[in-house]
């Protein structure tokens, strides 16, 4: 089954240490993007990657870092500078730049104590 | 960044009623995208509008890009209990920009019995 895959799906991590999100998708899709949903708020873009090796900040993306070095694969980290790092985070994939389509992951509930 | 304005926030609804929900843009959108989210999981895309007018019906849903490009009308039909769940417009503006998919905050529904 084609799809994005994200684990885990609870995160759970003391103050203070970095933590990485993982994405993976097998659709083929060339961009990738990672959004921050809180409770009563709309998504809000982290960072997205149109090819790999590439990538650019998104709104808020103060305190995370993204690779890029396959297709599949969009690891997020969210570092010890991000200030209010518990949220859910939902990644999303897309064909391409011009394709507005994105379909989504099942999201990580990160919880930080 | 651009503003969605997605009204109403939350309905309570009876099984079988119909649903109306609408979003509002500050400026001209070239796309509108209509997502439904389940608790604790990644948003499903529902209808894919593109053009001005433009009429789109999934099943029970229908969905319509405004014929000003700055608003966006999401109706269901004769609701039934799976139905609930957030529902979130996006859009992305006339400026071309791949990252520019903008999320409304979503309207809660509840379908009682």
């Known amino acids: 089954d084609g799809g994005i895959t994200q684990s885990p799906k609870y995160l759970f991590r003391k103050e203070g240490q970095n933590v990485t999100l993982s994405c993976e998708q097998n659709?083929?899709?060339?961009?990738m993007y990672w959004y921050r949903q809180d409770p009563g708020q709309g998504l809000r873009l982290i960072y997205y990657?149109?090819?790999?090796?590439?990538?650019q900040k998104g709104d808020i993306a103060e305190g995370y870092s993204v690779s890029r070095e396959k297709k599949e694969s969009f690891p997020l980290t969210v570092t010890s500078a991000q200030k209010n790092p518990t949220a859910f985070y939902l990644c999303?994939?897309?064909?391409?730049?011009?394709?507005?389509?994105?379909?989504f992951g099942p999201g990580t509930r990160l919880t930080v104590l | 960044g651009q503003q969605l304005n997605q009204s109403p926030q939350s309905m309570f609804i009876q099984e079988g009623e119909d649903v109306s929900m609408n979003c509002t843009s500050s400026?001209?959108?070239?796309?509108w995208l209509w997502y439904k989210q389940d608790p604790g999981e990644g948003p499903v895309l529902l209808i894919a509008l593109y053009k001005a007018g433009e009429l789109t019906s999934n099943g029970r849903l229908t969905a319509q890009f405004g014929i000003t490009r700055k608003d966006s009308f999401l109706n269901i039909s004769a609701s039934i209990p799976s139905d609930v769940g957030i529902y979130f417009c996006a859009g992305r503006d006339s400026s071309g920009s791949a990252r520019q998919l903008t999320f409304g905050s979503g309207t809660q529904l509840t379908v009682l019995p």
């Open positions: 999303a994939s897309s064909i391409g730049r011009t394709n507005n389509e994105q379909f």
């Open positions: 990657s149109q090819i790999v090796n590439d990538f």
């Open positions: 400026s001209i959108f070239n796309t």
């Open positions: 659709l083929n899709h060339d961009a």
